[in-house]
Each structure stands twice: as C-alpha cells, then as structure tokens.
C-alpha cells in the first residue's frame, strides 16, 4: 500500500520570510537575484521534500508551511479586504498563476531526487477547497463558490506537470470547514448547495482530465454532498470519524464508487498527549496539563517524539479499515491531517516514517 501526507510541516523560518519568499517566487523575482526571502524560501520548500521522501512517503504533498487560506488568496484578483473579510469584485487568477512551492519542486527536481536517493518523484497537489476559503467573505453565495472555483481550476492547472524524473500524481482539495456549521446556504435543495457541487467538480474534472487521481480532505463528512461529485476518486477524513467505521457510511461511500484513504495516526499534538497521559476528554485538567507539557517540550526537558503514537497502533487501524472496505478500495493511507501543529519539525518526519512503516508492514 502506498502512503501520502497531507501537506504541512512545522515552519522553521518565520511567516514574514516564508510570505516574502513566495512571493517573490510568484513575481519571477528570484530569476534576477538579490531575494534572500526567495532563497530561503526555496531552500526550505526543497529541504522539506527531501525530508518526506526519506521518510519513506510515497507521494509527497509540496511542503505547505505557510497559511492554507493566504496562500491562494494571495494568487487571485478581484478582491479586497474590509476589515476582517473579504469582497468579490469578480474573482479570476493573477496572470500566470500557480502555486509558488511547485514552481519550486519544478525548478530543482533533479537535485531533489538525487539527493532523496529515487528514481521519479510523484507530487501531490492540494488547493484549500472554495467552501472554506468563501467563509473569509463577509458576504457569501453559491456564485461566489463557483468564482472561487474556476480560479483554483486554472492555479491547480499551472501546477500540473510531467517531465522526465517527476510529475504530479494527485489533486486534494481540502475542505476542513464543510460539515461542521449550521449553514443554510448548504440546506437541502437550495442552489447554494448546488453551486459547491458544481465547484468541487469543476475541480475534480480539471485534475482527472489531466490524469491526476482527485481527493477530498474533510474534518466531518456527516453531510454527504461529496459522494455526488462525479469526478471524485478518494474520501479522507480524521481517524475517529465515522467514515472509517459506521456501516452505514462505508456502504454509502462504496454504492458512490469512491475509495478512502486510511487515516492510521493522529494529527492533534493535544490530543496525543491526552492519550498519553490518560487525561479524560472535556475533563478541567486537560488544558493546564497540557500547557505543562508543551512548556516542558519547548525548555528541552520533554521529547515531542514520546508522545507519538507507536507503528502498531497505526497497524492495527489500517488493518480494520482494509477489512471493513476491501483492499481495492483503500489504495493509500496516510496521517489523518497535516502537521503543521506540531511542535517540531523532526517529530512531524517521525510521524510520517511510523506511518510508512505501518502500510508497508500492514498488507
């Protein structure tokens, strides 16, 4: 079984740097030199892919330290801020768009495969979905999805390449958000409904006609508008949620023709500590007892590796999903979210070597 991430790292430059970096990659600054911030950035964005594949990550989602929502807003037009939202004025992509961190695999993939010790480097895309991105405008509807949408289209687009040693294998849309408001533009039979499904295909079929297999990265997936998406292959959600165990859903999933990826380890750092120090959930002690450790983390005087969950564990889950889905329908497993939460760098490699660890052995 193969195994891919879902994107991000803990950053190890800080958010001013990393910005500037990608931004002056966007611009085509860092061709006429004298960009330190680009410099930086692509060292990072290339030293973070390199770490995945000797991790032992099959296909590798580009190195995402920077944020999910800025990162693409910072690649549209046809719109500004008032406050703390957003307004359209239109929405399509700035000319020649794509996502700065590729450009950046682009550019140096022949060191990146030598220096990871492999002979073709495939690359996951992943585009924050419209649903979530439109929660950041003060005002929203279907339209505005749809706009959103079409600009993610013509980014992922750019994006898209096949050379000798590499090309992009897989698209994911990630769509945390959807699922987990009581929203009426979502309301069954409105046309706001309707118009997020027409964005998601829109999607979908741009990456599938290109060749690339297409995901969806979900926090919840009670609300089940995602199975109609025709050009959707693969469902992923967080390793408790119901897609993986309710009998239900599995039944619902499969009907669809959709396959899962295995979600086999925790990406809430909180979280794992609870779990490792029995604290009960929603219990009044969790927070201090969970800040303790955290400064205990940052003092050097704990390990953020002991608190990770061990490869057996991460078995055993893959192992259920496989039985409850067939094999055939659960090509990849992975963590179940990014790492970015992480509170450093090496403990988030670690969780990705335990996970590779775990498909290899599990099947």
Same mark, same amino acid.
């Given at each position: 079984?193969?195994?891919y ?15 500037r970096g ?48 800025q990162?693409?807003?910072?690649l ?37 495969? +030598? ?18 991105l ?15 949408a ?8 750019a ?14 849309? +990630? ?15 409105s ?21 690339l297999?297409?995901?969806i ?23 408790? +949620?119901?897609?993986?165990? +309710? ?21 809430d ?44 564990l991460m ?49």
């Open positions: 079984m193969e195994t991430d879902v994107g991000s790292l803990p950053p190890r430059l800080s958010d001013e740097t990393l910005g990608a931004d002056a990659y966007s611009s085509l600054q860092h061709l006429l030199g004298g960009s330190p911030e680009a410099e930086a950035f692509e060292a990072e964005v290339v030293r973070g892919l390199i770490d995945k594949l000797r991790a032992g990550v099959d296909i590798q989602n580009y190195p995402q330290f920077r944020d999910m929502n990162m693409f807003f910072k549209l037009r046809g719109l500004s801020r008032e406050g703390d939202t957003y307004v359209s004025h239109g929405i399509s992509t700035r000319p020649g768009a794509s996502i700065p961190e590729v450009e950046v695999v682009k550019g140096n993939i022949s060191l990146i495969i +030598d220096e990871a010790g492999i002979d073709h480097l495939r690359l996951k895309l992943c585009v924050t979905g419209p649903y979530t439109s929660l950041q405008f003060g005002y929203r509807d279907g339209r505005l999805m749809e706009e959103l079409e600009a993610l289209s013509a980014i992922v687009e994006s898209i390449f096949k050379v000798k040693r590499g090309e992009t294998a897989l698209l994911a849309v +990630d769509e945390p958000a959807f699922g987990l408001l009581d929203d009426p533009l979502l309301d069954r039979g046309e706001g409904r309707e118009s997020l499904l027409r964005a998601w295909e829109r999607l979908f079929a741009s990456a599938s006609s290109r060749g297999e297409t995901i990265h979900l926090h919840d997936t009670s609300d089940t508008l995602y199975l109609e998406a025709e050009h959707l292959d693969i469902v992923e959600s967080h390793v408790d +949620d119901p897609l993986y165990r +309710d009998e239900g859903m599995i039944r619902k999933v499969l009907e669809a023709g959709k396959r899962v990826k295995a979600s086999i380890s925790r990406s750092f909180d979280a794992l500590i609870a779990q490792r120090l029995n604290i009960p959930a929603g219990s009044e002690e969790a927070p201090h007892r969970i800040g303790e450790v955290w400064s205990e983390i940052r003092r050097g005087r704990l390990r953020a590796v002991d608190f990770l969950e061990d490869v057996k078995e055993r889950r893959l192992r259920l999903i496989v039985e409850r889905f067939g094999a055939e329908n659960v090509p990849y497993a992975g963590p179940e979210c990014g790492l970015k939460g992480f509170p450093d760098y090496d403990s988030a490699l670690e969780v990705l070597r335990r996970v590779s660890e775990a498909a290899s052995k599990s099947i």
